[in-house]
Structure formats: structure tokens, C-alpha cells
């Protein structure tokens, strides 16, 4: 596997790989969610590159961008054991090489939901992943399901530019009781991680009560509340059922045609947690 560590280290390693090259772009502090990205991308013909850069644009003053794990050598060794191809893993100065006075927003999208409690996130991400797209130029972007809204965000974002690039969303990798895989799981204390698992309980219940015929999404979201209570989970950023492929509210606050989604973001102790689930039947 290739590592590159600057802009021209990458654009050296660019010119030499023709069509086909997949994408995954992370933070690093890489687990069997990020690995899946890059099963998913080796899945078709051609290159797959995966980056690492803990984005500083995207945190807020308050969130966790000092303490967010920096595990390189372990991820390094994790994605050649993948057999990715290829590792840019850009500085600060790589990324935000220009003047700074440009940033991509998606908006109302990017203020909706986790925009409501972390204002700068999605333009930070938007800007972020605009810069590696242009220093990449892959043919497919891999991104985790997980972030669900991230993921809506760049999809508008792609379509919207008319960047060059198909956007592909891999399904969320789970723990045996249900966690989701987040690199800010390791934050959890023992009985933190105890409590942690009511949100992927709290969607099923959802999921479930929604397969018994259940249209309303003030009884669903109450459905799922019940069970983060359950659990002693009381910081609720917020329960939403929205509109799986626009993110928007159902109309009357009833599902109808739409495949639905149920959004989630709590904090256990210090630390924000987010999950989702489709309510298909
Ligand atoms: O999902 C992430 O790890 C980040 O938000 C991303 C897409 C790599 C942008 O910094």
C-alpha cells in the first residue's frame, strides 16, 4: 500500500492510476465499519484509496477534536492488511491550502437535526470532502450508512455540483448487542457502554412497532423515547422519522409512501452518540 502525505505525493500516485478508482474517506481510529467501506469498494474492478484526516473544520469549539483518537500506525496496518491500495494522509495545510474564505454549504439540510446542535459540522464536512474530491478525483465514494445524514448531505452535495463522482452509502457494521461501530465508542465508560446500546434498541422497537402497522410518528418516536428511558438514557438530542432519501419531515407527521427513517443522537456522559434504522415494512 502506498502512503502519501502530501498533495503532491498523491497527485504523482493519481497520475499513474487510470479509471476506476474507489474512495473512502475517514478520520482514522479505523474499526471493522471503516474496513467495510473498503470490502465494499474492492467489490468492483479498480483502485481503492482511503484517507485520513481529522478535519478540524468540522468540530465545534466545544466538541472533541483534541482528544479524537489518532491511531495511525494501527490504521495503516489495518487498511494494507484490507488490501487497500493506497493511503493519503494530507496535513492540515494539504487541505486548507487557499485562503480559507471558502466554504460548501448545504443548507436547510445542513442546519436540520445534528445542525441544530453542531452548527458548523456539515459545512465543515461539505468543504472537507469538496477539497479531497478535487485532490482525488475517485470514481466512487464510499461512505457508512451511519452517518445517515452526512451521507444525505453529500449526496445533495454531489448532485447538486455535478461532481463527477458516484456516492455509495454501506450498510452500518454493528456490535453483537447492537451498537453501532463509531471510533467515539472507546470514549464509553463500562456502564456507559451498558447504556449505549439502548439506541440500536430504541430503533428496533421502532422498526418493530412500525411493522405492526403502526403510521404515526409522534407514537413511534414516543416508542423509541420509552426505550432510552428504559435504559436511563435522559440527553436526548433528538428522536426524528424523516424521509429516507430527502431527510425531510412526513407530511401531517404521518408515514405514507416514503420509505421513512428513524434518526437518532443521544449523549451518554460526555459522549454523542447517533444511530438510525429504516422503518420499511
Ligand atoms: O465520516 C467521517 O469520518 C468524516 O466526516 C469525513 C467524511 C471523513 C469528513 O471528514
Request: with cysteine; charged share 20%.
Amino acid at each position: 500500500m502506498e502512503l502519501l502525505t502530501s498533495r503532491q505525493a498523491l497527485q504523482e500516485w493519481r497520475r499513474g492510476v487510470g479509471e476506476d478508482l474507489a474512495f473512502v474517506p475517514t478520520m482514522g481510529a479505523l474499526h471493522a465499519g471503516h474496513l467495510s467501506l473498503v470490502e465494499a469498494a474492492q467489490q468492483l474492478p479498480g483502485r481503492t484509496i482511503a484517507s485520513i484526516f481529522v478535519n478540524p473544520t468540522q468540530f465545534g469549539p466545544q466538541e472533541d477534536f483534541a482528544r479524537y483518537p489518532r491511531t495511525l500506525e494501527q490504521d495503516r496496518e489495518l487498511l494494507q492488511d484490507a488490501g487497500c491500495d493506497a493511503l493519503f494522509v494530507p496535513s492540515v495545510a494539504d487541505i486548507y491550502a487557499g485562503s480559507g474564505q471558502t466554504r460548501v454549504q448545504v443548507e436547510p439540510l445542513g442546519s436540520d437535526l445534528c445542525g441544530q446542535f453542531r452548527p458548523t459540522h456539515f459545512q465543515g464536512v461539505a468543504t472537507v470532502v469538496t477539497v479531497l474530491l478535487n485532490l482525488v478525483r475517485p470514481d466512487r465514494l464510499y461512505l457508512g450508512q451511519k452517518d445517515y445524514q452526512q451521507l444525505v448531505v453529500l449526496r445533495r452535495l454531489v448532485e447538486d455540483l455535478a461532481l463527477p463522482v458516484q456516492v455509495i452509502g454501506v450498510p452500518t457494521v454493528r456490535e453483537s448487542d447492537g451498537l453501532a461501530l463509531s471510533s467515539r465508542n472507546r470514549y464509553l465508560s463500562e456502564a456507559e457502554r451498558l447504556q449505549a446500546c439502548a439506541v440500536s434498541q430504541a430503533l428496533l422497537a421502532a422498526q418493530q412497532a412500525r411493522r405492526s402497522g403502526e403510521r404515526q410518528v409522534a407514537a413511534l418516536q414516543a416508542v423509541a423515547h420509552a426505550v432510552l428511558q428504559r435504559y436511563g438514557v435522559e440527553k436526548i438530542d433528538y428522536i426524528a422519522v424523516r424521509d429516507a432519501e430527502t431527510l425531510l419531515e412526513l407530511p401531517e407527521g404521518v408515514v405514507g409512501a416514503e420509505d421513512p427513517v428513524m434518526l437518532l443522537a443521544v449523549r451518554v456522559g460526555v459522549t454523542r452518540l447517533i444511530d438510525n434504522l429504516l422503518l420499511a415494512l
